[in-house]
């Protein structure tokens, strides 16, 4: 038993090499036949595969590249804030003649982000020099005289290719005119992409002046409103006419009686 045993443990390592017999010719043509051991290789008949040549790696690697620039030019790497930006921009508008921001509307794809929505739509709208307006069954009394004093505040967060969310919000005057719209696309809650869509509202300087909005002219059933700093460049405006002899003396006087009224608030 035990040689037998023996002769299992070793078979492999004779089966490694293996004996041939081997015919020769000598000097007088006598053959002779001679054994011949040789040590074969286990490993000689196993070849290496590639599984692709350089062609093949080149064009995936070329093809992940492209995938990734695309992705980079649809924004993918950017975050929230840099994404969000101005539809109708805020640049050179005058909201001095405005005294309110009335939240006329909050939409969103799940009722239960509205309260959230809502929280931080006050918490930074505070920081603004804006009286806000959340109840509208309770608007101030000068509101309800002049409601061209208030800007319209519209939110709307939708879904868009889960887990993508879509936030606009926009602004208007009473007659439903946008005044400023910024929005934003990302994955972070529709309350986090709330506070970037307010960023452009909260940096805009702004000083409600009540003589921006008290000076109305009827002229043709059109209402002219005109503010102290368009007063003043329109007084600027017709001296260089006056100097350039368009406008005559009591056409000039005339203007500068109007506009001043205006900057001295009359």
Do not use: C
């Amino acid at each position: 038993m035990k040689n037998l045993l023996l002769f299992f443990f070793l078979s492999p390592f004779f089966s490694l090499s293996q004996t041939y017999n081997v015919q020769t010719t000598d000097a007088l043509g006598n053959i002779n036949t001679i054994k011949v051991t040789k040590e074969s290789n286990p490993y000689e008949n196993i070849k290496v595969i590639k599984p692709y040549d350089n062609d093949e790696i080149n064009k995936q690697a070329n093809a992940f590249s492209n995938s990734i620039r695309a992705a980079a030019a649809n924004g993918a790497f950017l975050t929230a804030s840099q994404k969000a930006k101005d539809l109708v921009s805020l640049k050179e508008t005058n909201l001095n003649k405005f005294k309110y921001i009335v939240v006329a509307n909050i939409s969103a794809a799940k009722a239960k982000e509205v309260p959230k929505i809502r929280k931080v739509l006050t918490e930074e709208l505070f920081k603004t020099n804006f009286k806000i307006v959340q109840n509208l069954d309770k608007l101030p009394e000068d509101l309800l005289e002049n409601d061209d004093l208030a800007l319209y505040l519209y939110l709307n967060s939708e879904n868009e290719n889960w887990p993508f969310k879509n936030v606009v919000m926009s602004l208007t005057d009473k007659d439903g005119n946008l005044i400023h719209q910024r929005g934003v696309r990302h994955d972070r809650s529709a309350s986090f992409l709330t506070r970037l869509v307010l960023k452009s509202i909260k940096n805009h300087p702004h000083k409600f002046d009540i003589n921006a909005k008290s000076y109305a002219q009827k002229n043709n059933s059109v209402i002219v409103e005109i503010s102290k700093e368009d007063a003043v460049k329109r007084i600027k405006e017709a001296k260089e006419l006056f100097d350039s002899g368009i406008l005559n003396a009591e056409e000039y006087e005339k203007l500068i009686v109007k506009y001043k009224a205006i900057i001295m608030g009359n």
